[in-house]
């Protein structure tokens, strides 16, 4: 039996697991998807080698750039933008290649299209991390200008405190890259200057528990065309197993 699976931490989060194995129960495929869930990622190593039947896993939080390091190869498109969220698992005889892809990017970028008028050609990225990096290499992709908001001071990057409402009316196109107002801590969302969003507006949240985080719900109230990140993940986990079974 092949096994897939997700390494990230932590995972109580995570709709990956049932999607798959729900999926290969429907398709009468021989594999299961499991859980990996560890605090840094040393262990890697010896998941791999106690796992022969290991045929690739995804990265979440917090390990899409961190995950690099161990790779043997990387998809130009995924070196480019700095983040990894699947991995092919290629054995060869005694060698073991771990190949790295972005997703992410063709997920959000399908997910995205259906939403955006010819008014919306600046976005602002709430978050760095490395689904920021790839929702921003989708974004330039499609010719959209990006704003990168953070908590502290970085290149190249604006912090919250900011962010005014002047720019949220520029760049209409808001999207949540951060756990913030992720299951269970719901009932918090990114600060950001609401009173400017309006009809105009789209807010994407790459977070999908809750299906409406609050950050969507302000959003909302405002008139705005809101979206969460299930559609993503479903796109991205279809673009995952195609990778997996090149």
């Known amino acids: 039996m092949d ?3 997700l390494i990230g931490y ?3 989060h995570s709709f990956s697991k049932d999607f798959f194995n729900e999926k290969f129960k429907n398709e009468g ?3 299961e998807y499991r859980n990996f869930e560890i ?5 890697l190593r010896e998941i791999i080698d106690s796992h022969p039947s290991l045929k690739g896993f995804n990265l979440t939080i917090p390990y899409k750039e961190q995950i690099i390091e161990y790779l043997d190869e990387i998809t130009p498109e995924a070196k480019a933008i700095g983040a990894v969220n699947v991995v092919k698992v290629v054995r060869r005889g005694n060698d073991t290649i771990l190949k ?3 997703s992410d990017i063709v997920g959000f970028r399908q997910s995205i299209e259906p939403l955006l008028d010819r008014m919306h050609t600046k976005a602002i990225v709430l978050g760095t991390g490395g689904a920021a990096k790839a929702i921003i290499g989708a974004l330039h992709s499609m010719n959209i200008e990006t704003k990168i908001v953070s908590r502290y001071r970085r290149p190249g990057c ?3 405190e900011d962010l005014d409402e002047e720019t949220v009316r520029e760049y209409n196109v808001v999207i949540n890259c951060t756990p913030v107002g992720m299951y269970p801590n719901a009932d918090v969302c990114p600060m950001i200057p609401y009173e400017a969003i309006n009809s105009r507006s789209i807010l ?3 977070i999908y528990n809750p299906d409406e985080t609050l950050f969507l719900k302000k ?5 705005a065309i809101v979206k969460n990140g299930l559609e993503m993940l479903l796109l991205q986990a279809y673009e995952n197993w195609n990778i997996w079974n090149d």
């Open 39 to 43: 605090k840094d990622l040393s262990p």
């Open 29 to 31: 495929i021989n594999a």
């Open 100 to 102: 790295g892809y972005n």
């Open 204 to 206: 994407y949240d790459l």
């Open 219 to 223: 959003g909302k109230e405002k008139g």
């Open 158 to 160: 604006i912090r919250y």
């Open 10 to 12: 932590p995972l109580g």
């Open 3 to 5: 096994i897939y699976g």
